[in-house]
């Protein structure tokens, strides 16, 4: 009796129909968040259209719609600086899902994080080319400790990580009112203040303007800064890619994902990668508070951004979990927030910014659960085309 | 044969009956509870650990968990993993609000529920319709309910007096409260138990106190939410309804197979997890402030969540979890030095724990029960005041304590969280 043969097709061409499926997914899902924010507009009394143009333009030029005032590139450079911590935290996010980890404690590492690295970059004193890099591992540090306590408490305890990184994100807070509050009664030069110390000079990030300007992107005179942080997150994102997509350390990471069981059968040991991933995870997650406090704020107070880790989900599942993916998405997160400030100034409720990505997560989740069943039932059918010749009918498909 | 099959089933069933303790036995642990707490006021001096007001703010500031705890129970029991409370508790408040805003308080409560379910509904649809993971599911929709309550008073709250983009306009007056008679003042009767509290005798004055936090002033919307808790046991473990609920959350083939229909009981639980959740958002602004705040649920909708899972899912326990953390923050509230106080009765409590270990020779319990107790003890005898950060985690910390040590005893749904299609069983 000789062997079935079985043509099977190579995942290349599956994954190219995939990408169809995708795009088409996301289009549907930002099209259902633009027509739930269109309505929003409109109930408000305002035409959604003209609205939706208001946006764009200021995004794409930042004269608020007086005319004859020529484009600067301000939205532009506030786009891009908005959504690099987004990129950090979705990617801090995106590895835990890729192996079906969930780390909701995006929000408590980076805080607790930026508020020991205020403290750290007032406190150590050396050359900028030593401080930034010793801060920017003094945040990962903080960051990937506090979400190895989940790990830990996952792998010997078996306590689910979806409630303890919320629980440790609440006693983060409480930890950085504590900290907080020691720290500066000890400090008596800022008695009255509840903001610590801005930092030297040596541990504020340089902006990256006159890079952009020596090539020809930037006119001299945009005030505001590129942050320093681009570069980081591109280093960042690189590696992440080969890490992920590329190493075997990947592959491990995806198949524990996929199938634990599985993976766990081929000899990788699952405990270690739990522990492993929350640890990168968390020191991703470390970074995400940096470039405010480095670069645009150099102090932590209750005035420090808040939600960076929340949207990161967001961000982390409108990008598929891919480094390429997820920078589209914050770029989408930060123009969305940065258009919606043009329409307080006529009168529009800019709210509907939050609205409209709350609504995009939403439907993107939805789409792409449509697109993946979608795909499994073309898998069998193609299954179910080829095999039972070679097979004499002896699979029996349900779908 | 059949001893080979009894020893393995036999024995987490006997270790679930060390949770699930009877009548009698909630009776003797509260009075020892109640015993210790007074030998610590009466050591310690803080009159507040057992004080009418503390307990009064207590159960106001418990019935939002245990409501949102309730929500979680819904939801989890038929299987969905529901971490949208806390989103669906920002639309309760913001309905609650409107409501009460136009119509006067029990409109409110009716808006707020109305707002919650709304949640529900749409957590159903992705999850049980759409199949989409729970969690992701639960994540988006305290985006969207964050995001929808600050658009809506963007709208419709700017402008009026007292309103804004963050904040609404007061309410029309409140849900009225009552005195229970014959106790505590009610209909013109003497405030017997007050009366015995002012005397600060050892544990007479301490029930007393109790008891008059529990009967005095008491909303009538709390009393309602307290009902919920018994009735939520004879609806899950008494009805047939409750019943095919409870099956679609252990195993939906089984209960599909049954001809049970899993959406539809996925749905009414998840809709109910939602309204429940709108509920205690509503009591945070009608009986709590009465006017919405943005971040005015400050997490309780986790919290809740946590009250469940310290309650082993199910109604009794989670409102003695919703009790404890409701207590911890109602104590801060009223006397910070007060919380000082706690810190010698828990190790007390824990120090009770190592003697019942060394009774049933379990060792290495009874050591790590022996060095808790000295920990807190020291820390009692070493300080003065308890940072107030810290007693703001306290139930956070009891949760993650209770989830690392005693999480081979608690016994969550067994389809909790995992999504189903339906024709699964064919």
Redesign the interface.
């Known amino acids: 009796m000789t062997a079935p043969t079985v043509r099977v097709r190579g995942p290349r061409r599956l994954d190219l129909s995939g990408v169809g499926y995708n795009a088409a997914a996301l289009a549907l899902a930002i099209g259902v968040a633009v027509v739930i924010g269109g309505l929003a507009v409109e109930l408000s009394g305002h035409s959604a259209l003209h609205a939706y143009n208001l946006m764009v333009q200021y995004a794409a030029c930042n004269t608020a719609g007086s005319g004859g005032d020529p484009c600067t590139a301000d939205s532009v450079i506030d786009i891009i600086n908005r959504a690099i911590p987004y990129y950090l935290s979705a990617l801090a996010v995106a590895i835990g899902f890729r192996m079906a980890l969930f780390n909701i404690g995006v929000e408590g590492q980076y805080r607790l994080a930026a508020v020991i690295t205020a403290i750290a970059g007032v406190e150590i004193h050396l050359p900028a080319v030593f401080q930034i890099p010793l801060l920017l591992l003094i945040a990962m540090a903080v960051g990937a400790v506090w979400a190895g306590i989940a790990g830990i408490l996952k792998v010997t305890r078996g306590v689910s990580e979806v409630i303890s990184t919320i629980m440790l994100n609440y006693i983060a807070y409480g930890l950085i009112a504590f900290i907080l509050s020691s720290y500066l009664s000890g400090n008596t030069s800022n008695n009255l203040s509840s903001a610590t110390p801005n930092l030297p000079a040596a541990s504020q990030m340089p902006g990256m303007n006159r890079i952009f300007h020596d090539l020809g992107l930037l006119a001299p005179h945009d005030p505001d800064q590129i942050s320093g942080f681009l570069v980081v997150i591109a280093i960042i994102g690189t590696a992440f890619y080969f890490i992920v997509e590329r190493s075997r350390f990947g592959f491990d990471l995806r198949a524990s994902g996929i199938n634990p069981w599985a993976a766990q059968a081929g000899g990788v040991s699952s405990r270690k990668m739990i522990l492993i991933t929350m640890l990168i995870s968390g020191a991703l997650a470390g970074l995400v508070g940096l470039p405010y406090l480095l670069g645009q704020g150099y102090n932590y107070s209750s005035e420090f951004p808040a939600n960076l880790g929340f949207n990161g989900i967001a961000v982390a599942l409108l990008g598929r979990n891919k480094p390429i993916g997820i920078a589209f998405a914050a770029l989408l997160w930060g123009f969305l927030e940065r258009s919606a400030q043009i329409l307080d100034l006529n009168n529009i409720p800019q709210e509907i910014y939050v609205l409209m990505q709350g609504s995009i997560v939403l439907a993107v989740v939805v789409a792409y659960e449509i697109v993946r069943r979608a795909k499994v039932r073309r898998a069998e059918r193609e299954v179910a085309r080829e095999v039972p010749e070679a097979l004499g009918g002896a699979v029996e498909v349900t779908a | 044969m059949s001893t080979t099959l009894e020893a393995p089933v036999a024995e987490p069933l006997r270790r679930q009956g060390i949770r699930s303790l009877g009548g009698r036995q909630w009776l003797l642990v509260s009075l020892a509870v109640l015993v210790l707490l007074s030998l610590v006021r009466a050591t310690t001096g803080a009159t507040d650990l057992t004080s009418d007001g503390t307990i009064e703010a207590a159960l106001s500031l418990s019935v939002p968990l245990l409501l949102a705890g309730l929500g979680g129970l819904f939801a989890e029991r038929v299987g969905v ?1 529901n ?1 949208g409370l806390e989103g669906m508790m920002i639309l309760g408040t913001w309905f609650g609000a409107y409501g009460g805003w136009q119509w006067g308080p029990w409109r409110g409560v009716l808006f707020g529920i109305l707002g919650g379910a709304l949640g529900g509904l ?1 957590h159903a649809i ?1 999850t049980v319709t ?4 729970h ?3 639960g ?10 309550a ?2 809506l ?3 419709i709250f700017t402008g009026h007096s007292g309103g804004g ?1 963050t904040q609404s306009p007061p309410g029309k007056g409140a849900i009225s409260t009552f005195d229970v008679p014959l106790l505590s003042g009610g209909w013109g009767s003497p405030d017997v138990l007050g009366s015995l509290e002012k005397h600060h005798w050892f544990l007479v004055s301490d029930v007393a106190g109790v008891l008059r936090g529990l009967t005095a002033g008491v909303s009538w919307l709390t009393l309602i939410a307290i009902a919920l808790v018994p009735a939520t046991y004879l609806f899950f473990w008494r009805t047939k309804l409750g019943l095919r609920m409870r099956s679609v959350g252990e195993s939906p083939l089984a209960a599909e197979s049954l001809g049970v229909p899993v959406y539809a009981m996925k749905y009414i639980g998840v809709i109910i997890s939602g309204a429940l959740a709108g509920l205690a958002g509503a009591f945070l602004v009608i009986v709590g402030a009465n006017y919405y705040q943005e971040g005015q649920t400050g ?1 309780r909708g ?2 809740g ?2 009250a469940m ?1 310290f309650g082993n899912w199910r109604p009794g326990g989670l409102a003695a979890g919703a009790a404890l953390f409701g207590y911890a923050d109602g104590l801060q509230l009223r006397q910070k030095s007060a919380v000082h106080g706690l810190l010698l009765f828990v190790a007390l409590l824990v120090a009770l724990m190592a003697v019942r270990a060394l009774v049933r020779r379990q060792r290495v319990q009874a050591a790590v029960c022996i060095v808790v107790a000295v920990a807190f003890a020291l820390w009692f005898s070493l300080s003065s005041v308890v ?4 007693v ?2 306290t ?3 009891t ?2 304590l209770v ?3 005693a ?1 081979q005893r608690l016994r969550p749904p067994a389809a909790d969280g995992v999504p189903y299609r339906k024709g699964g069983a064919g």
Not at chain 2, 387 to 390: H, K, L, N, T, V
Request: charged fraction near 5%.
């Open positions: 993993v971490i749409l992705v759409f199949g989409v993971d969690i992701i599911s994540v988006s929709i305290n985006l969207l309910g964050a995001g929808l600050r658009y008073s963007g709208v983009a997490g986790f919290i969540l946590a899972i940072p107030p950060g810290i703001g985690f139930p956070h910390i949760t993650l989830l690392a040590l999480s």
